[in-house]
Nanobody
Framework: VQLQASGGGLVQAGGSLRLSCAAS????????MGWFRQAPGKEREFVAA????????FYADSVKGRFTISRNDAKNTVYLQMNSLKPEDTAVYYC????????????????WGQGTLVTVSS
């Protein structure tokens, strides 16, 4: 599966953005999807994940209550709605997919998109 992330940009603190990750292939609905981010000089970290059915979601403590992950299998797309953005949310955001794993460990995901930059100004 090939992934294409989009929706990043510059936003003021307290604002919102919605990231999208479009996937190719007819088996999108069988993939677990995740969002990760990497800030300059830092390691890639888990943000959110959703399982193949959409019945289970997982969030990093740092974004819980502010970010929402969702999926639309008819559009082969997973979304990350980001509200109440903070300067510390500034990073390149990546989407990832895996047919078997839906957790927080980036190493377990087999497929990755190219990343989209989110910059939150104070």
């Amino acid at each position: 599966v090939q992934l294409q992330a989009s929706g990043g940009g510059l936003v003021q603190a307290g604002g919102s953005l919605r990231l999208s990750c479009a996937a190719s292939g007819r088996t999108f609905s069988s993939y677990n999807m995740g969002w990760f981010r990497q800030a300059p000089g830092k390691e890639r970290e888990f943000v959110a994940a959703i399982n193949w059915s959409g019945g289970a979601t997982f969030y990093a403590d740092s974004v819980k209550g502010r970010f929402t992950i969702s999926r639309n299998d008819a559009k082969n797309t997973v979304y990350l709605q980001m509200n109440s953005l903070k300067p510390e949310d500034t990073a390149v955001y990546y989407c990832a997919a895996d047919p078997y794993y839906s957790g927080r460990n980036a190493l377990e995901y087999d497929y990755w998109g190219q990343g989209t930059l989110v910059t939150v100004s104070s």
